[in-house]
T-cell receptor, first 117, second 108 residues
Framework: GAGVSQSPSNKVTEKGKDVELRCDPI?????LYWYRQSLGQGLEFLIY????????KSGLPSDRFSAERTGGSVSTLTIQRTQQEDSAVYLC???????????????FGPGTRLTVL | AQRVTQPEKLLSVFKGAPVELKCNYS??????LFWYVQYSRQRLQLLLR??SRESIKGFTADLNKGETSFHLKKPFAQEEDSAMYYC??????????FGQGTRLTINP
């Protein structure tokens, strides 16, 4: 029914703390993506899931960042020992992935605004 | 490396004037390009993709392989076009590489 949802919508944390961001994709969408939207950097790809596996983690900026997806549905992006430069809007998207090479439109969530003090 | 460049961070035009948002890319192969738009307090959404050759909300974009460009154009801007626009390149089957975005403001 509803589109991609993300929680929390806003998160303020202190430097050094860990945070977890959640994404609920559109029901039936097998692919899930995390992006980061920050001033001056535009939209950066972080990680892509197909089902529960992550064939492309190339965008994760450091080993403080990790993500998992369980049951082929909900995903959690975890940032450990947050730094001020982690402040950004974290966007999640999902898409159907059919067999073959053709692109399937990604539908975006509203994002989580993370502020690290 | 595959890259998308949007040279203008900000673009301001008057209502009724033509608008062109620039996008250049670097890609070895046959590129697949998109424009995404984010209106104020709304989600990022697909505006158009070059292979469909559609006109959405009066916007068009033509892929120019010689100039490696995919500029977004509209002949007569409307106030509701004010938004953040991102050009994106498909890398592989699913990964999108985005430009830095252009904030378009249409003045009344």
């Amino acid at each position: 029914g509803a589109g991609v949802s993300q929680s929390p919508s806003n998160k303020v944390t202190e430097k050094g703390k860990d945070v977890e961001l959640r994404c609920d994709p559109i029901s039936g969408h097998t692919a899930l993506y995390w992006y980061r939207q920050s001033l001056g950097q535009g939209l950066e790809f972080l990680i892509y899931f197909q089902g529960n596996s992550a064939p492309d983690k190339s965008g994760l900026p450091s080993d403080r960042f990790s993500a998992e997806r369980t049951g082929g549905s909900v995903s959690t992006l975890t940032i450990q020992r947050t730094q001020q430069e982690d402040s950004a809007v974290y966007l999640c998207a999902s898409s159907l992935v059919t067999s073959g090479p053709s692109y399937n439109e990604q539908f975006f969530g509203p994002g989580t605004r993370l502020t690290v003090l | 490396a595959q890259r998308v460049t949007q040279p203008e961070k900000l673009l301001s035009v008057f209502k009724g004037a033509p608008v062109e948002l620039k996008c250049n890319y670097s890609y070895s192969g046959s590129p697949e390009l998109f424009w995404y738009v984010q209106y104020s307090r709304q989600r990022l959404q697909l505006l158009l993709r070059h292979i469909s050759r559609e006109s959405i909300k009066g916007f068009t974009a033509d892929l120019n392989k010689g100039e490696t460009s995919f500029h977004l154009k509209k002949p007569f801007a409307q106030e509701e076009d004010s938004a953040m626009y991102y050009c994106a390149l498909l890398q592989g089957a699913q990964k999108l590489v985005f430009g830095q975005g252009t904030r378009l403001t249409i003045n009344p």
